[in-house]
């Protein structure tokens, strides 16, 4: 199984930034996509982006044009770049790993944006 780890994460105003990152213990070039999810306090968990193996992304129309997903195969490093984040965003932020043998999941890795 995958194992998968997140950092990145902590305390911004709105309007801020964030880059967050997720580790994979395995060769993501090899896997058949890459997800980032988040859970809000009280909300179930959504999806926010996706990046495949032959480079396609996705984004929930929540985060269109603000959240930019990528990755780094060299490094088997996903990430989300958060631009012009909004108190609305907090939440735990979850990576997925979706490969031939079913999906893993990470930790989470906390965002909260706040004055």
């Known amino acids: 199984q995958v194992q998968l780890v997140e950092s990145g994460g902590g305390l911004v105003q709105p309007g801020g930034a964030l880059r967050l990152s997720c580790a994979a213990s395995g060769r993501i070039s090899s896997f058949l996509s890459m997800a980032w999810y988040r859970q809000a306090p009280g909300k179930q968990r959504e999806w926010v982006a996706t990046?495949?193996?032959?480079?396609?992304?996705n984004y929930a129309d929540s985060v269109k044009g603000r959240f930019t997903i990528s990755r780094d195969n060299a490094k088997n490093t996903v990430y989300l770049q958060m631009n012009s984040l909004k108190p609305e965003d907090t939440a735990v932020y979850y990576c997925?790993?979706?490969?031939?043998?079913?999906?893993?999941w990470g930790q989470g890795t906390q965002v909260t944006v706040s004055s």
């Open positions: 997925r790993a979706g490969t031939l043998q079913g999906s893993s």
């Open positions: 990046i495949f193996s032959g480079g396609t992304t």
